[in-house]
């Protein structure tokens, strides 16, 4: 039997990088809300937030999480994606260059 497959977590990662979060016009992975990416044989588990426990987005966006990462994870790679609130998300968590977007200094 073979081993299943390892996604490439920098792939997954420049993947939801086309995942924007509507409300803001910013993606996900600059926003800050992907917490850690850990891809086993067989396995992708992403751990993620969001902006507010109140986001009415959410469901939006693990629906374009799964719309990109669908078509280059093997169907034998089981993804689980979990929003968690700890470390609740902050402005500091975003990349400069989001940041700049809205004209935020650090």
């Not at 800050?32 to 507010?52: C, F, H, N, R, V």
């Not at 939006?60 to 700890?86: A, G, H």
């Amino acid at each position: 039997m073979s081993t299943p497959p390892t996604p490439d977590p920098n792939a997954i990662r420049h993947a939801l990088r086309r995942v924007m979060d509507p409300e803001v016009g910013v993606n996900i992975v600059d926003l800050g809300l992907i917490y850690k990416i850990d891809a086993q044989p067989g396995e992708l588990y992403i751990e993620m937030t969001m902006t507010s426990p109140a986001c009415p987005l959410a469901d939006m966006i693990l629906d374009d999480i799964d719309s990109v990462l669908d078509p280059m994870v093997p169907p034998e790679v089981e993804i689980r994606v979990e929003i968690v609130w700890d470390p609740p998300w902050s402005p500091d968590k975003m990349a400069p260059e989001a940041r700049e977007h809205f004209g935020w200094k650090k």
